[in-house]
């Protein structure tokens, strides 16, 4: 593949964003909310093959010389997230459509301007166009969020508005002060700036707070599980699938590249925040009565396995937390359009207002239990994978890290347990139980109707499938986990060999 073809993967969903805008045709939105994510997901894979033979794509927009020209650089690691986060938006997209969730104004639009920055996100190799491309996704993201017109929603927005352009603030200044002690913000020249100069440390120092903070680690968590459930389901799934996970892939990133496995001094923190936040997310899913809202503390917990590879940096943990972060986007994704589906049909996620549905939605509650399995870790979902791979990363590395990795097995065992007791509640008000006899449906003015006898209401198949294909995903990630943990070992291997990366960006 052509490396000047990758500023496409930014450019033609943010034209097409445009084109969503002046020509209003519901029919042109849902065309566009759904083509693009397929084109991108499907050029992906091509670049995901590429990178078997060619390890490092890269360019520098508009030729001007490297170091000032806008770097646009792909790997296998960019290429895996932008497939993964392709399809995840595409099958979001069509629950969305299923749900009439797109008859609000310009959402179409401002889900495409949203890929977009996400891609420009995995494709920059520059710090200062992080922080922009990070600003393009949240831009549609405030109105995405706060669609609906509802003071709570509004309020919600504000929250979500607030936390964010005080991080934003944060990560330009540490990009700023990154550029003060060395020079550059392009990350193939940071190479092991953050180990060789203490300065430059604490200005990278500063940057990874920023994203921890966008990612939903603990202790700064707690605006995540607070906004992301007031949300439509849709456009919750789609967050998750997202935001997160940039943030992640930005620290996963970054450290590689400017401190690799020379931990700075401060980094036995770091392994504390990742061992809170995998309980903390798990213990916390007890508190809840709103089935998203338990998810969304679930989400918390993944984040912590997630950052396990980063927080061990090894190559087998790297490679393992990989995994989790595609099984992750994946498992969450199919979970919350399924919650979405529940709402949708029942008029409420309400763990004490639906109840019964095992007989009434046995396919759903297949896929529901499948997500569940995946969460906590058991087969044959991807989730078994996942945890096994980090936790046999994990006790590989006792000899380097002994307290940091066996805190981390008992971290992730221990919030297993209690993911395994949270959700069994979780399924057994909802599935099991008297069986439900009456519902609000929805109303299109105010959101929620009168109470109705339930009578032969079933969840309409088109809004039940986009969960259940994921949740198809998840399974068929446990059956040929063999072919695909090489390719995650190939992205870990981009975040350890840094020579090829350089390389490229700087000739």
């Known amino acids: 593949m052509n490396p000047a073809w990758l500023p496409l993967f930014t450019a033609v969903p943010l034209l ?19 083509a693009t994510p397929l084109a991108t997901g499907v050029a992906a894979l ?10 490092v794509l890269a360019t520098q927009v508009g030729g001007y010389v490297p170091g000032i ?8 690691l960019s290429a895996l997230m932008i497939a993964v986060t392709s399809l995840t938006t595409l099958v979001c997209a069509w629950f969305v459509i299923a749900t009439g969730g797109d008859r609000r104004r310009f959402v179409a639009p401002l889900v495409l301007m949203l890929l977009g920055g996400v891609n420009g996100a995995l494709l920059t190799g520059d710090l200062f166009n992080l922080f922009v491309w990070v600003e393009v996704m949240l831009l549609p993201s405030y109105a995405l969020l706060a669609g609906a017109g509802s003071w709570r929603r509004l309020g919600v927005g504000r929250t979500f508005v607030v936390v964010n352009l005080v991080t934003s603030t944060i990560l330009v200044v540490g990009v700023g002060f990154v550029y003060a002690t060395t020079g550059t913000v392009t990350l193939a020249a940071l190479v092991g700036a953050g180990a060789e100069d203490p300065r430059a440390g604490v200005a990278i120092a500063v940057v990874l707070l920023a994203l921890s903070v966008k990612a939903g680690l603990a202790p700064v968590h707690g605006w995540l599980p607070r906004t992301y459930p007031d949300t439509s389901a849709g456009i919750m799934a789609l967050f998750s699938a997202l935001h997160t996970k940039v943030g992640l892939y930005a620290l996963y990133r970054i450290h590689a590249t400017t401190f690799g496995a020379d931990a700075p001094s401060w980094w036995p923190a770091v392994g504390a925040a990742v061992v809170v936040t995998i309980v903390l997310g798990a213990l916390a899913t007890f508190g809840e009565n709103h089935l998203r809202s338990a998810l969304a503390w679930q989400m918390v917990t993944g984040v912590g396995h997630i ?46 207002r639906v109840s019964g549905l095992m007989r009434r939605e046995p396919w759903l509650a297949v896929g529901v239990a499948l997500g569940l399995f995946s969460l906590v870790g ?41 993911s395994l007791l949270a959700l069994q509640r979780v399924w057994s008000q909802v599935f099991w139980g008297r069986p439900l006899e009456r519902y609000r449906p929805p109303d299109p003015e105010t959101g929620r109707g009168e109470l109705t006898p339930v009578g032969d209401v079933r969840i309409r198949s088109a809004v039940a499938a986009p969960g259940l294909v994921l949740i198809g995903v998840s399974v068929a990630m446990f059956v040929f986990a063999g072919p695909i943990f090489p390719v995650t070992d190939r992205a870990a291997a981009t975040l350890t060999d840094l020579a090829p990366y350089a390389k490229a960006v700087i000739r």
Do not use: N, Q
């Open 16 to 34: 097409l964003a445009g084109v969503g805008v002046v020509v209003r045709r519901p029919w042109i939105g849902r065309l566009l909310m759904l």
């Open 46 to 55: 091509f670049l995901l093959a590429e990178h078997a033979r060619t390890p």
């Open 69 to 76: 020209a806008i770097p646009f650089v792909s790997d296998t």
């Open 307 to 352: 950052l396990v590879g980063v927080a061990l940096f090894t190559a087998a943990s790297l490679s393992a937390g990989l995994f989790y972060l595609v099984h992750h986007i994946v498992t969450m994704g199919a979970l919350l359009l399924l919650a979405g589906a529940i709402e949708h049909t029942y008029g409420s996620g309400r763990l004490d």
């Open 378 to 418: 058991l087969p044959p979902t991807s989730g078994l994978w996942g945890k096994v791979g980090l936790i046999l990363a994990s006790t590989a590395a006792v000899t380097r890290h002994p307290v940091l990795a066996w805190s981390l097995v008992a971290a992730m065992i221990l919030a297993s347990v209690l």
